[in-house]
């Protein structure tokens, strides 16, 4: 659970869960989220081309109709599966219909888990009834387990803000550990909030909050094949619909959702895979926003970095070299200046001269710090979110099938 | 030493090592090669914008006059380190013309190690005259073994080809186990030849060699501050110059060169950190050059497929998520098809109908194996030697400083 323990409920936004037994024996691996007629919902998915059955699934049926379900499993993704995938991908969406007396493609569908096996969909069809039975507005934290794989920690935020004297509640859970590097939107993602507002707005509301939050993390930079991130609001707060996005109520609920985001994404980077720290590389002064992402993406990737990060080694020369062979043209390194924390380590083109060894351990022994690297070039900013490169992220990934 | 195990010395081409304590205590971390008179001598060079002052001073020093000395030393990069560096290589330099009997700017100096530290100029140069007294054209070993840092062996290689009934000879050793993704050339490598050519017609000779070999290799993706790569012919096999970029004999140098740097860059990767696996990633069928690397890296750098490599597990799933990730315009996944050895795992967007987990895994068993993905787009393929991600590469990259 993350550090905002109390968790509001959603009024009308009931969560099931059940053991379909689909990977993980024991557990929890299904969740049937209920919305309630009349709720607004829009999403983003993953950028990857080979984007999964539930994602292609998922996407079409939310452009059909106002969905009024989804339908989650953890421990097989459905993605690499052709047809076949799409045919079971159709077939769950179906089987709960029946149960949710709607139509199918009132449903979206997610999974995430093994990319390549077939989904069990028996199985999965059969946990259904016990998932609906146990349908219920208190059924968050249930359902942030349900959907974990290599997660440690179920991942749960809550917010509210005040719109006519009334309170509103954004309430949001993520899974995701490995395989993170979200384009668009993290491995799996749910907000939802008892706001009244357009479609319209409701989707601009979304693509702004996940810019600096789930699409500015990275563990290891391998874009998901099933990253979707889902908005839905109620409206049964019974304040009135925000329909202009020049309006303070609107921006209100942009900078709550954006919290929302934001405190999930960073709770997915510190439960990443093997991770020991959690780094936020700023890049500061850049031409734009291209050069700006390659410098900070180049170094929350390189191996040397986060093997440094993980033995806690100020191994400064290894982040200068990750800034020098980053894609920037015509690089003045004459003018950079990059720092750990508050201690400057790289001015005029070597090691700052007032850097001590010991300035930089203090730093490196932080288990949240931040890399800054000043371009001196321009006026864009960015900011990514990694962590370290361990033993463990290596044993996870080497044993995630056996 | 590599599988070529006799090696040819060149003519004329001297090497002497010694103990400077630099970094290593009781082993040579310094490399003296003497080239003769006349001798053509042409390099190429790191992109990284952070390059060390002994790249910049061996590139300057290069244009100026034929250098008559290769200064090398391991333990210490002498990058990151501002002017002060840039005066510490002069110096070296002026150490080792004093001795030579030539000028500072006939030596090409070369660092390979700790990026940041200061270079220990005294404890240096005053190891110098025990490389100069032991130089000999039987050296290439001992230089070979002194220039290496995490390497675990040392590389060389030596081929022979027949000019007008002549034998010349082409021998080369190298260094490079971290840090590499090179750019133009890889950590450290030095070849030589008796052939006897126009500079102009050497230096487009090594830029035809490094492009399939140092520069089609990744260990970690971490481009160096420090790779170099070094040509020198010194003409005295007694055969006619090469002047012509048409003739057979400059077809037949190319080719061997290539030969030599092709079997250095392997021998490099099979030594990469940690390294238990050799594998070639080879795109076909992109419709250009940028988008057939931009899949063949992308798979090469994935820690995800990286871990399963080092696991012998054929999660093929990882591979495919990794090509629809790389940045290919409108990729149609329908055309696709990723190979594992001669084993098909992808095809019509999904696993291969006749793919058997027993076939996937007997490829993955092999220490060397090839990854192969058909675009089905255009005519252009290129090839990539990486290897997989083990504990090891985070314990040498965790523990490298202390």
């Known amino acids: 659970m993350n550090a905002n323990t109390t968790l509001a409920p959603i009024t009308g936004i009931r969560l099931g869960t059940a053991a379909a037994g689909i990977k993980y024996p024991?557990?929890?691996?299904?969740?049937?989220i209920e919305l309630p007629v009349g709720t607004a919902c829009t999403?983003?998915?993953?950028?990857?081309?080979?984007?999964?059955?539930?994602v292609q699934l998922a996407r079409q049926n939310l452009e059909l109709r106002p969905p009024r379900y989804l339908l989650i499993n953890s421990g097989n993704a459905n993605a690499g599966t052709g047809k076949q995938g799409m045919e079971d991908a159709v077939a769950c969406c179906e089987g709960l219909a029946e149960l949710g007396d709607c139509t199918a493609n009132q449903i979206l569908p997610f999974s995430t888990g093994v990319i390549g096996e077939r989904l069990p969909t028996a199985r999965l069809i059969d946990a259904l009834p016990q998932a609906m039975n146990n349908l219920t507005e208190y059924g968050w934290n249930a359902a942030a387990q349900a959907i974990m794989t290599t997660d440690t920690v179920p991942k749960l935020v809550s917010r509210q803000f005040t719109l006519e004297g009334h309170p509103i509640t954004v309430t949001g859970m993520a899974k995701g550990s490995?395989?993170?590097?979200?384009?668009?939107?993290?491995?799996l993602a749910y907000v939802a909030t008892d706001a009244a507002i357009t479609k319209t707005l409701l989707q601009e509301c979304l693509q702004q909050a996940v810019e600096p939050s789930f699409n500015a993390i990275t563990v290891d930079g391998d874009t998901s094949t099933n990253d979707a991130c889902v908005l839905m609001a109620t409206g049964m707060s019974g304040v009135s619909p925000i329909t202009d996005g020049k309006s303070a109520a609107y921006q209100k609920l942009v900078a709550t959702v954006t919290?929302?985001?934001?405190?999930l994404a960073r709770a997915i980077v510190r439960d990443g895979e093997g991770a020991t720290k959690l780094v936020e590389v700023l890049v500061?002064?850049?031409?734009?926003?291209?050069?700006?992402k390659s410098v900070a993406y180049t170094?929350?990737?390189s191996p040397l970095v986060k093997t440094a990060l993980f033995a806690s080694d100020p191994n400064w020369g290894r982040i200068l070299a990750a800034v020098g062979r980053a894609e920037v043209e015509n690089l003045d390194i004459e003018l950079i200046q990059i720092w750990l924390g508050d201690v400057c380590i790289v001015r005029n083109g070597g090691r700052a001269e007032d850097y001590t060894e010991e300035a930089g351990q203090a730093v490196m022994d932080q288990s949240e710090l931040t890399i800054r690297v000043a371009l001196d070039r321009g006026e864009v900013e960015t900011r990514v979110l990694t962590c370290d490169l361990s033993y463990d992220y290596v044993r996870i990934n080497a044993e995630y099938r056996t």
Not at 43 to 54: E, G, K, Q
Not at 178 to 187: L, S, V, Y
Not at 259 to 263: F, G, N, P
Not at 284 to 292: F, H, L, S, V
């Open 26 to 32: 024991d557990r929890n691996d299904l969740v049937v």
């Open 43 to 54: 999403a983003v998915f993953t950028r990857n081309a080979f984007c999964a059955a539930p």
């Open 178 to 187: 490995g395989m993170i590097r979200p384009d668009m939107a993290t491995m």
């Open 259 to 263: 919290e929302v985001c934001m405190e």
């Open 284 to 292: 500061e002064g850049a031409k734009n926003k291209a050069e700006a």
């Open 299 to 301: 170094i929350a990737h």
